[in-house]
């Protein structure tokens, strides 16, 4: 506007400026603040199916407390029909798992996990899985697969998890220096009060060498 003279002239082109622009500026108004609508309604919605799917879960835990076998597997079939793509139904696929290993189960159980591994959305809950698929198929004797897994959990932090299922797999296989190598590099990852190094320090014993320190 510093090109124009007088104050008529500016207004003048403010008007032209108005006519030439103003239903593009209508336009783009409605349409930011249809997307500022359409963000905050997928938020809500997101939000409900959250607490909806948190309020089915809980049902898990109860049925957990309870050893309520049943009411684990029919409450997550529901989160499995109704929230496929919820974290509590990760959550809930673990718990069913070890209702299914506990009931001599294990196909069911493997199944789950294996669901687990490839739904997951949070890493954390995918390498937890990969770990209890390795330690049920490392019941059954798979242990090249067994060890994989563990190998593909260490990427995400579990490293200790992955050495001790490293060391269980050697152990059976005989390999018991090896076996002792990876109990010992599971147990510098850990606290020394940790249930899971007071058990390595057991699996160490059962060697025939105690860890030193």
């Known amino acids: 506007m510093d ?15 108005w006519k030439e622009n103003g239903v593009s500026v209508f336009v783009g108004a409605a349409l930011g603040l ?8 997928w938020n809500d919605r997101q939000a409900v199916k959250s607490e909806a799917a948190a309020q089915i879960y809980q049902q898990i835990e109860m ?11 029919q409450a997550e079939a529901r989160l499995m029909e109704e929230y496929p ?45 990969q770990l209890r698929l390795g330690r049920l198929i490392l ?9 994989t897994l ?3 959990a260490a990427t995400i932090g579990f490293q200790a998890e992955a050495n001790e299922l490293r060391g269980d797999a050697l152990r059976i296989q005989g390999n018991y220096e090896d076996a002792r190598s990876a109990y010992q590099a599971a147990l510098v990852k850990l606290s020394p009060n ?3 190094a007071t ?14 320190g």
């Open 3 to 17: 090109s124009y003279v007088t104050e008529d002239q500016q207004v003048e082109a403010i008007k032209i400026w």
């Open 139 to 147: 019941d059954e004797g798979n242990f090249a697969r067994a060890l």
């Open 194 to 196: 940790s249930a899971m």
């Open 150 to 152: 563990g190998e593909a």
């Open 63 to 73: 049925g957990l407390k309870k050893n309520q076998a049943i009411a684990v597997q």
């Open 85 to 129: 793509s919820s974290v509590y139904t990760t959550l809930g696929a673990l718990a069913e798992a070890a209702v299914l290993v506990g009931n001599g189960d294990s196909a069911g159980a493997r199944g789950r996990l294996e669901w687990t591994i490839l739904q997951a959305s949070d890493p954390h809950l995918k390498a937890l899985a």
């Open 34 to 41: 249809l997307l500022v609508f359409a963000v905050r309604t």
């Open 199 to 212: 058990n390595l320090r057991l699996k160490l014993d059962d060697l025939g060498q105690s860890p030193h």
